[in-house]
């Protein structure tokens, strides 16, 4: 059993972790399968509507404006109708990983300084964190966006925590096995949970075993399930 009982920080990434980002990418993808576009071609639309000059840029305008591009390319009509209703739809409904609240409840109960940390273009991010209404649990100043997907989140943590912040007394949560390496390297007592998002076609269980393989001192699990890394962390917060 990992000691979490000194924790007094938890760290939210919010794509995939809180929020549920496949979800919504699904719906970008419909966008382009109306028109008549394959997953695969409505996959490489979406790569290319989210980064610019390594920026992530990713929002609803950006991916239209792709589509858009590429619909005149290949000489397609745009169905405005049909992406109107869709559009309209995506601005709608549930949009939490189921937990997600809990999670946020838990921490406020316990005192726990907590933060989200959004990987995005910010006025996009900005949207989803409204329609999320994350806000309620947080004070709002720590909700803090960042557009660079190298080492934005690590400026933030500095930033906020001073430059000779090692990761003590925090839990970072996060969904990327391949950026948490990176932060865990940049701080090297940070303790790690991940949510392993099946839907995400970038990893696998694979990626994720072996960060905790390689990383064991600081990654506490990983789980498909956002609830099942509560009960781990309570688990482990409160029986030291």
């Not at 993808?29 to 639309?45: C, E, F, M, P, T």
Request: charged share 30%; net charge negative; proline share 2%.
């Amino acid at each position: 059993m990992t000691d979490l009982s000194q924790i007094n920080k938890i760290i939210f990434d919010f794509d995939n972790t809180l929020f549920d980002t496949e979800k919504k990418k699904s719906q970008f993808y419909q966008l382009s399968k109306l028109h008549g576009y394959s997953h695969s071609k409505a996959r490489d639309i979406y790569k290319r509507a989210r980064v610019e000059n390594e920026k992530v840029v990713m929002s609803l305008s950006s991916y239209l404006k792709v589509l858009k591009e590429q619909l005149k390319t290949d000489n397609i009509e745009f169905k405005s109708e049909a992406a109107s209703d869709l559009i309209t739809e995506m601005k709608q409904g549930k949009c939490l990983l189921p937990q997600a609240t809990d999670f946020l409840r838990y921490c406020i109960a316990n005192n726990l300084e907590t933060f989200v940390l959004s990987l995005g273009q910010k006025d996009w991010q900005h949207q989803k964190v409204d329609q999320s209404g994350i806000k309620k649990y947080l004070i709002e100043e720590n909700i803090i966006f960042t557009a660079d997907p190298e080492t934005g989140k690590q400026k933030i943590m500095k930033d906020l925590f001073g430059e000779d912040y090692k990761g003590e007394e925090t839990l970072f949560i996060n969904d990327k096995p391949d950026e948490t390496e990176s932060i865990m390297k940049s701080f090297p007592i940070l303790k790690v949970m991940l949510r392993f998002e099946q839907r995400d076609e970038r990893y696998t269980e694979e990626d994720f075993k072996q960060l905790k393989d390689k990383f064991s001192d600081q990654v506490v699990c990983y789980s498909t399930k956002l609830g099942q890394l509560l009960t781990n962390f309570k688990s482990n917060y409160e029986s030291q």
